[in-house]
């Protein structure tokens, strides 16, 4: 008997997938998944290129990575992104093992001006994963690393992969990103995650057979494992891919348990258990179990009876809870119920920390910086990325402590500026102190007169021209004004 594998990759989603093998040199097509990998060379003009040692396997993805400076700035890369739609925002870490580490890197990843997450990195040959899940506040989201406690921070890949419809959707999705803390593949016949193509939308299935410190350990005697070929009808909500969904795990004995650690809590979490009966019962048999813990008022005292409630076997079964509050040590337990002749049955879950995103600087105060920006468009300065303020403030500028953050001051003295003072300039009014002496700003000031805080305002050695405006006078706690203005009328006054 022959066996033909054909891999189809279909265009459908993938064509959509942003991947970035951050510190490879070239962009190239991963046979092993089809999908089409570009460098970041063009998009990331910090830190360097790193061939890392002793990657682990051979995927390709890990044989470079980006190592930034270990310093006071961020470094961030900019997606494009459709507002209001869903994605999985994905970065992973992998340092390599070269022969002599003094300390493994630890350092921050920020989505926008939300922590995201802490990177530790204790085993140099391991992958680390960091996945959220977000409804995209803007047409673009920027993925910033920064803040370094030990060694160099660095980055492995970036990828952004675009959700189907309402996957995903909770109640609170315009205040909160989905953290996620676990993604579990259940009864899985390898190690390796399954990803895409088996997953259209390449979420990370980690295998149960993973083993690591605080993952899955306490499992219950008598867990079996169990596996189908059968087809798997997979169209409820969040489309779990069906060979997850061909595996499980029963507990023979009358129970399933687990435990495991998750990251950054305790904390409000979104958590989804998929369930679908895989095994053929006879007309005897029934599979009838609940959830014992952790107590979810509403839903432990809930039957679960799979093929029931999803009207059928070798169907999705996707009981879920909107905020549940769960601890740093998650214990659970399924048992069956009395009347029931098998044992409970779990093909995977999912677990996300609801991680309240953070407000970005006030947008007028972005505005008028980028237009500053676009006067100096080749400067170092001029592109820093990220928030202006968050989670580290661009060099030339100070902010204010309390969210929204506002800009407290420019320091641009002699940093090349041409051309006008922007007119959106007047909606800082935050702004304490500008300086933008010795550069070469041209034409008249604009209005500024609503920049009532401003207290210290340097504009000597340029060339303006035009009046000196009347508010100027007038704005209530300007202490320190130096300018030179070519005004028309004194030279008049001199002929
Ligand atoms: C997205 O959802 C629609 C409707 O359920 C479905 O027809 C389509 O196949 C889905 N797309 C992908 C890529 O899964
Ligand atoms: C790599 O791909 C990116 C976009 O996917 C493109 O902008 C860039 O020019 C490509 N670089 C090379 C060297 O082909
Ligand atoms: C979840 O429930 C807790 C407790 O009832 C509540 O404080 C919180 O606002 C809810 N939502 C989120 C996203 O945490
Ligand atoms: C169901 O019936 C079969 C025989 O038809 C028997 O072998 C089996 O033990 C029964 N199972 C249970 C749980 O009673
Ligand atoms: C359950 O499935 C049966 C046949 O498979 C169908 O007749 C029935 O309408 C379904 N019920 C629901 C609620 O979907
Ligand atoms: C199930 O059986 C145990 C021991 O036989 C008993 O203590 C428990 O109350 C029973 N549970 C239900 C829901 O009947
Ligand atoms: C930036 O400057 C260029 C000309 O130098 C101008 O065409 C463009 O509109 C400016 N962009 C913004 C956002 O101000
Ligand atoms: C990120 O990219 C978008 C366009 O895709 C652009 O409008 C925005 O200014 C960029 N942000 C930064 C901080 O460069």
Not at 378 to 384: D, M
Request: with cysteine.
């Amino acid at each position: 008997m022959i066996n033909i594998v054909v891999f189809v990759f279909f265009n459908g989603a993938s064509a959509e997938f942003i991947s970035i093998d951050c510190g490879s040199t070239s962009n190239y097509t991963d046979p092993s998944t089809g999908l089409s990998w570009s460098s970041d060379m063009d998009i990331m003009k910090h830190g360097r290129q790193v061939k890392v040692e002793n990657p682990n396997g051979n995927s390709m993805q890990f044989r470079t990575r980006r190592d930034f400076p270990s310093d006071n700035k961020k470094y961030c890369y900019n997606l494009s992104t459709k507002e209001r739609r869903r994605y999985l925002v994905r970065a992973t870490f992998q340092y390599g093992s070269p022969a002599n580490v003094d300390a493994y890197p630890k350092f921050e990843i920020y989505l926008d001006a939300t922590q995201w997450a802490t990177v530790t990195i204790q085993d140099g040959s391991r992958k680390y994963v960091n996945e959220m899940i977000i409804r995209a506040p803007s047409d673009s989201i920027d993925v910033c690393i920064c803040c370094a406690t030990t060694g160099f921070p660095f980055i492995s890949t970036l990828e952004l992969r675009p959700l189907n419809l309402s996957m995903y959707a909770t109640d609170y999705e315009g205040d909160f990103f989905l953290n996620v803390a676990a993604r579990v593949n259940f009864g899985a016949l390898t190690k390796d995650l399954v990803r895409y193509p088996d997953d259209p939308y390449d979420r990370f299935w980690e295998s149960d057979l993973d083993r690591r410190q605080n993952f899955l350990v306490g499992v219950a005697p008598g867990t079996a494992r169990i596996s189908t070929s059968k087809n798997v009808d997979i169209r409820t909500r969040e489309y779990p891919p069906v060979k997850v969904m061909q595996t499980a795990v029963v507990g023979t004995e009358g129970e399933l348990s687990y435990r495991l650690n998750l990251e950054g809590f305790p904390a409000n979490a979104r958590a989804y258990a998929y369930f679908a009966e895989i095994e053929d019962l006879a007309p005897n048999e029934t599979r009838k179990f609940q959830l014992r813990e952790p107590y979810i008022p509403d839903y432990s005292n809930a039957v679960v009876n799979i093929a029931e409630n999803a009207n059928g076997s070798y169907t999705l079964y996707e009981p879920s809870y909107m905020n549940v509050t769960l601890d740093f040590v998650l214990s659970f337990t399924f048992s069956k119920t009395n009347d029931s002749t098998e044992g409970p049955l779990l093909n995977a879950m999912e677990i996300s920390k609801y991680q309240q995103i953070a407000a970005k600087t006030e947008r007028q105060d972005v505005t008028a910086l980028n237009a500053i920006r676009n006067m100096s468009a080749e400067s170092v300065w001029a592109n820093e990325g990220g928030d202006p303020c968050v989670p580290t403030h661009w060099e030339w500028v100070n902010c204010s402590p309390t969210p929204p953050p506002r800009i407290t001051k420019i320091a641009l003295s002699g940093r090349n500026l041409k051309g006008q003072i922007p007119s959106e300039i007047n909606h800082m009014e935050e702004l304490t102190e500008l300086w933008l002496d010795f550069n070469s700003l041209t034409g008249p000031l604009p209005d500024m007169s609503n920049l009532i805080n401003l207290e210290i305002l340097h504009l000597e050695n340029n060339k303006l021209s035009g009046s000196l405006p009347l508010y100027l006078g007038r704005l209530p706690n300007l202490q320190a004004l130096y300018v030179e203005i070519l005004i028309s009328y004194l030279l008049f006054l001199d002929h």
